[in-house]
């Protein structure tokens, strides 16, 4: 195959990133291809042609979606269109399944090959959805094994690429290097924490991450905090909460949340891919998340996985605390982080076992997803 057409869908930033390094990783193999559909400034810079703006797609929250659905609906249709007149060699979809699988369905059903790139969380909560992408997904590739594991149970093609983070964050962590970077002092011991990127996470999450603070403050008095905001109104919600404790010494940081965990102790954070983030630097962490109560009945009746934390559903067992719901107080994360402050051999174990999953997923994940795409596209159908 000399010079196909590639269709790439990607509907996010993190989606951009990946669909710039999968470019680039086929464009090694086939130098003439040609690659069109929807994506971002770092696809297009790796010769891309979006026929719309990625940001388009990118609409957070039920009520946002909702005021855009016609919008969205047009903007698909347009897609599909597009696919349909040019039929491309492969349509990739990633990440983003909400809009990407209906492409690939309508891709699909027409005739056309369809991968998708980042499994979404079939393997944690709305099982059924494996149907759907049996039918529609010729190849997923996923950034985890146990994705990839359900996959094969589930009679799904599959191939586990592994995670770009892996690859971009080194396997030794520099954590004087970190402090230096971010002014904090080399010979404190610090806690960083992380409760969210978005308001409602943060407004659930700062009233007992606090409080754990003040007790761990108490406990160690020479302890100190450092928290990364994600933005200005994260910054200001954040040291609004703070006002309720002004004695404690808190270091408050625009943006640098990786740099932050690494210049850490220990993290006390939100659930979610930070803590991904969090095992590749090594860092033992306290997961919490709390929801409203109407959320967490619903999504705890959908739920399948014995874990929610990633470092927990990569090692396959709890290698971190997980205080969920009404779990979460900070009495609870206070005992939590001062056990990692007071084990270190528990905290060398957890290194040791993090550092085998960091290993397991480097490699050169866009080179494996390229190789993969490429064994679908010179596969006689």
């Not at 090594?282 to 109407?294: E, I, L, N, Q």
Request: hydrophobic content about 50%.
């Amino acid at each position: 195959m000399d010079a196909p057409l590639i269709a790439l869908v990607a509907g996010e930033a993190s989606g951009d990133i990946l669909g710039a390094g999968l470019i680039e990783a086929l464009r090694a193999r086939y130098p003439d291809a040609r690659f069109f559909g929807v994506g971002g400034e770092r696809m297009i810079a790796a010769g891309f042609e979006t026929l719309f703006p990625m940001e388009k797609l990118s609409v957070m929250g039920i009520t946002e979606v909702l005021a855009h659905l016609p919008e969205l609906f047009r903007l698909r249709r347009q897609l599909v269109d597009a696919l349909l007149e040019k039929r491309p060699a492969v349509v990739i979809t990633i990440d983003s399944p909400d809009f990407t699988l209906g492409v690939a369905k309508r891709a699909h059903a027409a005739g056309l090959r369809t991968v998708h790139y980042v499994s979404p969380s079939v393997w944690a909560w709305r099982q059924g959805r494996v149907k759907g992408i049996r039918r529609d997904v010729d190849l997923m590739l996923t950034l985890f094994p146990f994705e990839a594991l359900f996959y094969e149970e589930h009679g799904v093609p599959v191939a586990f690429i592994g995670h770009p983070l892996a690859d971009m964050i080194e396997l030794d962590v520099d954590t004087a290097a970190a402090r230096d970077e971010l002014g904090l002092a080399r010979d404190s011991q610090w806690l960083a924490v992380l409760p969210g990127s978005r308001g409602g996470e943060v407004s659930q999450l700062m009233p007992p991450f606090l409080d754990a603070m003040v007790r761990l403050q108490r406990d160690n008095p020479a302890l100190r905090f450092v928290i990364p905001a994600a933005n200005r109104a994260r910054r200001e919600q954040i040291e609004l909460a703070l006002g309720a404790a002004p004695a404690l010494p808190v270091t408050v940081v625009d943006g640098h949340s990786r740099t932050v965990m690494a210049a850490a102790d220990v993290v006390l954070m939100a659930s979610g891919t930070a803590t991904l983030e969090g095992l590749l630097l090594k860092k033992p962490m306290v997961v919490g998340y709390r929801v409203g109560a109407v959320t967490y009945a619903i999504v705890s009746r959908l739920v399948k996985s014995e874990f929610v934390a990633l470092p927990n559903l990569l090692c396959r067992k709890a290698m971190v605390p997980e205080l969920i719901q009404d779990q979460l107080s900070g009495e609870a994360a206070a005992r939590e982080v001062n056990r990692w402050l007071h084990e270190p051999r528990r905290v060398a174990a957890l290194r040791e076992d993090f550092t085998r999953v960091h290993e397991a997923l480097r490699g050169g994940a866009s080179v494996k997803a390229a190789e993969a795409v490429a064994g679908l596209l010179e596969r006689p159908r």
